[in-house]
């Protein structure tokens, strides 16, 4: 992944939304300017840093570009996420069980 924040990257709507788009495979830059109130420039712009980012990535087809999600630059920020779903699991155990104790000794009175 690039030097570029992939999480703040995404924390931009346009950009949020076209990376959504590609979520079902390839698109041209004129097919997701079809689908978002911005221009087709405006979508090169989003795109390139999204590209910078590592998050998608371009392939040449023909005359134009096809851009999709870099598997790997997903991969990057699902490593990144998961340490927050293990850290929120671990205090999600330690409440479970606390819960579990109180209730146990309010039985036993």
């Known amino acids: 992944m690039a030097n570029v924040d992939p999480i703040a990257t995404l924390a931009d709507p346009s950009r949020k939304r ?3 788009l590609l979520k079902s495979g390839p698109l041209h830059v004129g097919r997701i300017a079809e689908q978002l109130p911005i221009s087709r420039a405006a979508v090169s712009q989003h795109l390139k840093v999204l ?3 590592g998050l998608v990535q371009e392939a040449r087809e023909g005359n134009r570009n096809a851009y999709s999600i870099d598997p790997k630059g997903l991969a990057a920020v699902q ?3 998961d340490q927050f779903w293990e850290d ?4 999600f155990k330690v409440e479970a069980e606390a819960t579990a104790r109180s209730k146990q000794r ?3 009175r």
Not at 88 to 91: C, D, I, M, T, V
């Open 51 to 53: 590209k910078e980012a």
């Open 88 to 91: 929120g699991l671990s205090a």
């Open 79 to 81: 490593r990144w996420l």
């Open 18 to 20: 076209i990376f959504e």
């Open 106 to 108: 309010r039985k036993r």
